[in-house]
């Protein structure tokens, strides 16, 4: 158990230098302390350190945060029965009380306020105040912040959503980091289980191979509709170039020995015929 005249000697540096800020509260009837870098004395706190004295508040809500240069009864040539003695005068007065911080209190009102918005989505809590959106959990280290049955509830969660990216990489091996964490993200939202996961991606797999199958079927039905339109298209263009390109040509398209052969007078009359239906359609106008 820490006495008073130990803390006093523990943070004697910082309160006759003035820098940090000391925040001294009791656990029953040890003291303790810790000593903090913001500045206080201009009302800017570091998120950590203001999770440190919403933390100690919880212990003991008559802590006081003290510092040599903006508090009485401190000075730079005090000893430790002198900064002990000025300790005790700032805690059993009520001066320089921690909850007192405007900071603070913001701080505990935002943290309940989020609770209740916790509380009616049914989702965990944390109590932590966060630096952005970038400050995210430790999900390995059990800080405190959050009740035991809420951070269970983060580690159950955390757990499904590696199942459910495992079971979407399964059916899915060349998805995006990014799309395959989405889709375990959105599945999780839904409380979708992995089995159920599963379960979809086998149905959507069969659904898909279905409209595979669906379509190459339909194209099977199609095709003599397809080989007659398309003989039915050669007939009449044939019929079309009979006046406008030499019979040579028309017989190479169809006799040629060599395919390219074909193909080229094939490809010429289609032009000839064209060129011809055009100009005629320009002579009209």
Not at 40 to 67: C, F, Q, R, Y
């Amino acid at each position: 158990m820490a006495t008073l005249r130990d803390i006093a000697r523990d943070v004697a540096e910082e309160i006759r230098d003035g820098i940090g800020w000391v925040i001294v509260y009791r656990t029953g009837r040890s003291w303790s302390a810790l000593t903090l870098w913001s500045d206080l004395g201009s009302g800017e706190w570091e998120t950590d350190d203001l999770n440190d004295a919403i933390g100690i508040l919880k212990t003991d809500p008559d802590a006081v945060v003290l510092n040599g240069y903006y508090c009485g009864h401190f000075g730079e040539g005090m000893t430790i029965d002198e900064i002990a003695a000025g300790i005790r005068w700032h805690y059993e007065g009520g001066h320089n009380r921690l909850a007192d911080y405007y900071e603070v209190e913001q701080g505990l009102n935002a943290i309940e306020e989020a609770r209740k918005t916790a509380e009616a989505a049914g989702l965990p809590f944390c109590e932590r105040l966060a630096d952005g959106p970038d400050d995210e959990l430790d999900p390995y280290t059990y800080d405190g912040s959050m009740s035991v049955g809420d951070y269970e509830a983060v580690q159950d969660a955390k757990t499904a959503r590696e199942e459910l990216a495992a079971v979407v990489a399964a059916r899915a091996p060349g998805l995006p980091a990014e799309k395959l964490d989405e889709l375990a993200a959105a599945a999780a939202g839904l409380h979708i289980s992995p089995e159920t996961m599963q379960q979809i991606l086998e149905a959507f797999g069969r659904v898909a191979e279905a409209i595979k199958e669906m379509a190459r079927a339909l194209m099977e039905a199609f095709k003599p509709i397809i080989d007659w339109a398309k003989k039915t298209a050669e007939r009449f263009i044939e019929a079309l170039a009979a006046g406008i390109v030499p019979r040579k040509w028309l017989h190479l398209a169809k006799h040629a020995k060599k395919a390219r052969t074909r193909k080229k007078y094939r490809n010429r009359i289609r032009r000839a015929v064209f060129a011809a239906l055009a100009a005629e359609g320009g002579g009209s106008s």
